[in-house]
Protein backbone atom coordinates (compact mmCIF):
# COMPACT_ATOMS: atom_id res chain seq x y z
CA UNK A 1 0.00 0.00 0.00
CA UNK A 2 1.06 3.47 -0.47
CA UNK A 3 2.01 5.55 2.28
CA UNK A 4 3.69 9.16 2.56
CA UNK A 5 5.46 10.11 6.07
CA UNK A 6 5.82 13.70 7.07
CA UNK A 7 7.78 12.93 10.73
CA UNK A 8 8.03 16.55 11.77
CA UNK A 9 4.83 18.11 12.55
CA UNK A 10 5.96 21.26 13.49
CA UNK A 11 9.15 23.22 12.80
CA UNK A 12 10.13 26.95 14.24
CA UNK A 13 13.00 29.26 12.48
CA UNK A 14 13.59 32.27 12.74
CA UNK A 15 13.70 34.28 9.89
CA UNK A 16 16.91 33.51 7.54
CA UNK A 17 17.78 30.35 8.78
CA UNK A 18 17.53 27.46 6.36
CA UNK A 19 14.68 24.82 6.94
CA UNK A 20 14.09 20.93 5.64
CA UNK A 21 11.16 19.10 5.45
CA UNK A 22 11.44 16.11 5.55
CA UNK A 23 9.07 13.09 3.58
CA UNK A 24 9.42 9.21 3.15
CA UNK A 25 7.37 7.81 1.03
CA UNK A 26 6.53 3.96 0.28
CA UNK A 27 5.16 2.38 -2.73
CA UNK A 28 5.73 -1.06 -5.11
CA UNK A 29 5.20 0.90 -8.03
CA UNK A 30 8.11 1.65 -10.34
CA UNK A 31 6.32 4.42 -12.07
CA UNK A 32 5.17 6.84 -9.66
CA UNK A 33 5.17 10.56 -8.81
CA UNK A 34 6.16 13.02 -6.13
CA UNK A 35 4.44 16.43 -4.86
CA UNK A 36 4.59 19.15 -2.68
CA UNK A 37 2.24 21.77 -1.52
CA UNK A 38 2.44 24.59 0.56
CA UNK A 39 -1.09 25.72 2.57
CA UNK A 40 -0.67 28.94 3.46
CA UNK A 41 -3.51 30.12 6.36
CA UNK A 42 -6.19 31.38 3.69
CA UNK A 43 -6.19 27.63 2.67
CA UNK A 44 -5.33 26.63 -0.55
CA UNK A 45 -3.36 24.16 -2.11
CA UNK A 46 -0.36 25.69 -3.64
CA UNK A 47 1.43 23.43 -6.22
CA UNK A 48 4.68 23.27 -5.64
CA UNK A 49 6.70 20.57 -7.67
CA UNK A 50 6.01 17.10 -9.17
CA UNK A 51 8.82 15.00 -9.99
CA UNK A 52 8.54 10.97 -11.72
CA UNK A 53 10.31 8.44 -9.97
CA UNK A 54 12.33 7.96 -13.22
CA UNK A 55 13.97 11.55 -12.23
CA UNK A 56 16.35 11.88 -9.69
CA UNK A 57 17.71 14.87 -10.46
CA UNK A 58 18.16 17.34 -7.55
CA UNK A 59 15.93 20.56 -8.32
CA UNK A 60 16.19 24.21 -7.17
CA UNK A 61 13.78 26.92 -7.85
CA UNK A 62 14.69 30.15 -6.15
CA UNK A 63 14.44 29.78 -2.72
CA UNK A 64 13.46 26.08 -2.51
CA UNK A 65 14.98 23.14 -3.16
CA UNK A 66 14.22 19.36 -3.24
CA UNK A 67 16.35 16.17 -2.89
CA UNK A 68 14.72 13.04 -4.04
CA UNK A 69 16.87 9.65 -3.18
CA UNK A 70 15.50 6.35 -4.24
CA UNK A 71 17.88 4.38 -2.35
CA UNK A 72 16.15 5.68 1.06
CA UNK A 73 12.62 6.82 -0.82
CA UNK A 74 12.61 10.28 0.27
CA UNK A 75 12.20 13.23 -1.19
CA UNK A 76 13.18 16.10 1.03
CA UNK A 77 11.92 20.11 0.77
CA UNK A 78 14.11 22.79 1.85
CA UNK A 79 13.79 26.64 2.08
CA UNK A 80 17.00 28.42 1.86
CA UNK A 81 17.19 32.25 4.00
CA UNK A 82 13.63 31.06 5.37
CA UNK A 83 11.09 34.44 5.10
CA UNK A 84 7.98 35.08 7.21
CA UNK A 85 5.92 34.55 4.08
CA UNK A 86 7.06 30.78 4.23
CA UNK A 87 5.34 30.53 7.45
CA UNK A 88 2.17 27.73 5.82
CA UNK A 89 1.93 23.50 6.02
CA UNK A 90 3.79 22.40 3.86
CA UNK A 91 2.32 18.52 2.63
CA UNK A 92 4.17 15.77 0.48
CA UNK A 93 2.29 13.86 -1.83
CA UNK A 94 2.40 10.61 -3.62
CA UNK A 95 0.87 9.40 -6.59
CA UNK A 96 0.97 5.85 -8.43
CA UNK A 97 -0.72 4.65 -11.64
CA UNK A 98 -4.34 4.87 -10.43
CA UNK A 99 -3.58 8.73 -9.82
CA UNK A 100 -5.11 9.28 -6.87
CA UNK A 101 -2.98 11.48 -4.46
CA UNK A 102 -2.07 10.17 -1.00
CA UNK A 103 -0.91 12.80 1.01
CA UNK A 104 1.30 12.94 4.34
CA UNK A 105 -0.42 14.75 7.17
CA UNK A 106 2.02 17.87 6.53
CA UNK A 107 4.54 19.76 8.48
CA UNK A 108 3.26 23.09 10.11
CA UNK A 109 6.08 25.67 9.43
CA UNK A 110 6.70 28.90 11.48
CA UNK A 111 8.81 31.46 10.54
CA UNK A 112 9.84 34.54 13.12
CA UNK A 113 10.78 37.71 12.27
CA UNK B 1 -3.17 30.74 -15.47
CA UNK B 2 -5.78 28.22 -16.10
CA UNK B 3 -7.77 27.78 -11.96
CA UNK B 4 -9.80 25.62 -11.36
CA UNK B 5 -12.87 27.03 -9.78
CA UNK B 6 -14.81 26.15 -6.51
CA UNK B 7 -17.98 27.70 -5.47
CA UNK B 8 -19.19 28.44 -2.91
CA UNK B 9 -16.20 29.18 -0.95
CA UNK B 10 -18.11 28.33 2.72
CA UNK B 11 -21.33 26.75 2.75
CA UNK B 12 -22.99 26.44 6.21
CA UNK B 13 -25.99 23.44 6.13
CA UNK B 14 -28.37 21.78 8.66
CA UNK B 15 -27.76 18.16 9.09
CA UNK B 16 -29.33 16.20 7.32
CA UNK B 17 -29.80 18.73 4.23
CA UNK B 18 -28.66 17.95 1.01
CA UNK B 19 -25.43 19.67 -0.16
CA UNK B 20 -23.80 20.43 -3.71
CA UNK B 21 -20.66 21.52 -4.15
CA UNK B 22 -19.78 22.86 -7.55
CA UNK B 23 -16.51 22.65 -9.65
CA UNK B 24 -15.65 24.15 -12.89
CA UNK B 25 -12.39 22.30 -13.92
CA UNK B 26 -9.61 23.54 -16.57
CA UNK B 27 -11.37 23.47 -20.04
CA UNK B 28 -8.85 21.12 -21.87
CA UNK B 29 -8.39 18.42 -18.43
CA UNK B 30 -10.01 14.95 -19.00
CA UNK B 31 -9.48 13.71 -15.42
CA UNK B 32 -11.38 15.25 -12.41
CA UNK B 33 -10.98 14.99 -8.29
CA UNK B 34 -12.56 15.46 -5.41
CA UNK B 35 -10.63 15.38 -1.88
CA UNK B 36 -11.65 16.24 1.43
CA UNK B 37 -10.03 18.10 4.88
CA UNK B 38 -11.00 17.80 7.98
CA UNK B 39 -9.81 20.92 10.24
CA UNK B 40 -6.53 20.64 10.99
CA UNK B 41 -5.91 17.22 9.19
CA UNK B 42 -4.36 15.58 6.41
CA UNK B 43 -5.96 16.08 2.91
CA UNK B 44 -8.18 12.91 1.83
CA UNK B 45 -9.21 11.47 -1.55
CA UNK B 46 -12.44 10.57 -2.24
CA UNK B 47 -13.13 9.85 -6.18
CA UNK B 48 -11.71 9.96 -8.86
CA UNK B 49 -13.84 10.98 -12.45
CA UNK B 50 -12.70 9.94 -16.12
CA UNK B 51 -14.68 9.78 -18.91
CA UNK B 52 -18.43 10.45 -17.20
CA UNK B 53 -17.65 7.63 -14.81
CA UNK B 54 -15.58 6.75 -11.44
CA UNK B 55 -12.47 5.65 -12.00
CA UNK B 56 -11.62 4.95 -8.36
CA UNK B 57 -13.43 5.72 -4.79
CA UNK B 58 -12.15 5.73 -1.27
CA UNK B 59 -13.76 4.09 1.56
CA UNK B 60 -14.89 7.62 2.68
CA UNK B 61 -16.74 8.01 -1.07
CA UNK B 62 -20.09 5.91 0.54
CA UNK B 63 -23.90 5.75 -0.99
CA UNK B 64 -24.46 9.39 0.69
CA UNK B 65 -21.79 11.62 -2.04
CA UNK B 66 -22.05 11.65 -5.44
CA UNK B 67 -20.56 13.05 -8.60
CA UNK B 68 -21.65 14.36 -11.79
CA UNK B 69 -20.73 16.38 -14.81
CA UNK B 70 -23.91 18.00 -16.34
CA UNK B 71 -22.36 19.46 -18.89
CA UNK B 72 -19.00 19.74 -20.51
CA UNK B 73 -17.65 22.24 -17.66
CA UNK B 74 -19.37 21.63 -14.42
CA UNK B 75 -18.47 18.95 -11.86
CA UNK B 76 -20.20 18.26 -8.99
CA UNK B 77 -19.91 16.97 -5.70
CA UNK B 78 -23.27 15.96 -3.89
CA UNK B 79 -23.51 14.94 -0.34
CA UNK B 80 -27.01 13.14 0.34
CA UNK B 81 -27.80 13.95 3.96
CA UNK B 82 -25.09 15.68 5.62
CA UNK B 83 -23.90 14.74 8.72
CA UNK B 84 -21.47 17.12 11.22
CA UNK B 85 -18.69 14.77 10.42
CA UNK B 86 -18.90 15.73 6.59
CA UNK B 87 -18.05 19.17 8.22
CA UNK B 88 -14.56 19.56 5.90
CA UNK B 89 -12.81 21.78 3.34
CA UNK B 90 -13.44 19.67 -0.29
CA UNK B 91 -10.91 20.46 -3.18
CA UNK B 92 -11.69 19.92 -6.15
CA UNK B 93 -8.88 18.99 -8.94
CA UNK B 94 -8.04 18.30 -12.58
CA UNK B 95 -5.06 16.78 -14.34
CA UNK B 96 -5.02 17.27 -17.91
CA UNK B 97 -3.49 13.52 -17.95
CA UNK B 98 -2.50 10.38 -15.78
CA UNK B 99 0.69 10.72 -14.04
CA UNK B 100 -0.18 14.26 -11.93
CA UNK B 101 0.64 16.18 -15.09
CA UNK B 102 -0.59 20.18 -14.51
CA UNK B 103 -2.63 18.31 -11.25
CA UNK B 104 -4.20 21.68 -10.29
CA UNK B 105 -6.63 21.93 -7.30
CA UNK B 106 -9.22 24.61 -6.41
CA UNK B 107 -9.16 26.83 -3.68
CA UNK B 108 -11.79 24.90 -1.75
CA UNK B 109 -15.48 25.01 -0.44
CA UNK B 110 -15.90 25.06 3.40
CA UNK B 111 -18.66 22.79 4.81
CA UNK B 112 -20.30 23.52 8.38
CA UNK B 113 -22.43 21.03 9.13
CA UNK B 114 -24.63 22.57 12.39
Known amino acids: AQKVTQAQTEISVVEKEDVTLDCVYETRDTTYYLFWYKQPPSGELVFLIRRNSFDEQNEISGRYSWNFQKSTSSFNFTITASQVVDSAVYFC??????????FGTGTRLQVFP | EPEVTQTPSHQVTQMGQEVILRCVPISNHLYFYWYRQILGQKVEFLVSFYNNEISEKSEIFDDQFSVERPDGSNFTLKIRSTKLEDSAMYFC????????????FGSGTRLTVV
Open chain 1, 93 to 102: ALSDNTDKLI
Open chain 2, 93 to 104: ASSVQQGGYGYT
